[in-house]
Antibody
Framework: EVQLVESGGGLVQPGGSLRLACAVS????????MSWVRQAPGKGLQWVST???????YSADSVMGRFTISRHISKNTLYLQMNRLRAEDTAVYYC?????????????WGRGTLVTVSS | SYELTQPPSVSVSPGQTARITCSGD??????AYWYQQKPGQAPVLMIY???ERPSGIPERFSGSSSGTTVTLTISGVQAEDEADYYC????????????FGGGTKLTVL
């Protein structure tokens, strides 16, 4: 059965750090593009970052230099290291398998983990 | 900056046809995708490559494209179809390889 299960969310103060994890079963993280997408409370979806199968990374301007996407092959897990967090980073963070045609799209999603940045 | 524009809300009665549009200048050159999101749940891919339906998605969901507008059509709407729907493509100049529309709330009256 295919599953993506996020963890690691919680309450963190502005300027703090948090590491999210996405444990995957049913397919291999290392041979797929994988992405993080977030959704602020009551708002729409926003792409955050993508990890290519060759470990190249690509991130939104709003998180560039603060967030780092990575993976652990043997654990089949995707990570998002989030540093220098801001209030506007408050959101549910989803991991998703990313497929490519002429554009990328996300065919499998986890249930998300909530990150709250507040003092 | 490039945007995908959706109506904030669409309302239909059960059994009717709902049409949700998404407009963007680059859509004639790039595929569009549609996601359904119910409250408290993760998004689900409903349509890919403008009009293709993933396995397991009911046939009443279809997609089409015409010029700078793509449309998600739900025929014979059911109460369970009430959800937020997001279109997705890419920023035509490449700064956002995954770009979502603002979302449309479908209300089944």
């Amino acid at each position: 059965e295919v599953q993506l299960v996020e963890s690691g969310g919680g309450l963190v103060q502005p300027g703090g750090s948090l590491r999210l994890a996405c444990a995957v079963s049913g397919f291999t993280v290392s041979t797929n593009y994988m992405s993080w997408v977030r959704q602020a409370p009551g708002k729409g979806l926003q792409w955050v970052s993508t990890l290519y199968s060759d470990e190249t990374t690509y991130s939104a301007d709003s998180v560039m230099g603060r967030f780092t996407i990575s993976r652990h092959i043997s654990k089949n897990t995707l990570y998002l290291q989030m540093n220098r967090l801001r209030a506007e980073d408050t959101a549910v963070y989803y991991c998703a398998r990313t497929l490519t045609l002429d554009t990328w799209y996300l065919d499998l999603w986890g249930r998300g983990t909530l990150v709250t940045v507040s003092s | 900056s490039y945007e995908l524009t959706q109506p904030p809300s669409v309302s239909v009665s059960p059994g009717q046809t709902a049409r949700i549009t998404c407009s963007g200048d680059a859509l004639p050159k790039q595929y569009a995708y549609w996601y359904q999101q119910k409250p408290g749940q993760a998004p689900v891919l409903m349509i890919y490559k403008d009009s293709e339906r993933p396995s397991g998605i009911p046939e009443r969901f279809s997609g089409s494209s015409s010029g700078t507008t793509v449309t998600l059509t739900i025929s014979g709407v059911q109460a369970e179809d009430e959800a937020d729907y997001y279109c997705q493509s890419a920023d035509s100049i490449g700064s956002d390889p995954v770009l979502f529309g603002g979302g449309t709330k479908l209300t089944v009256l």
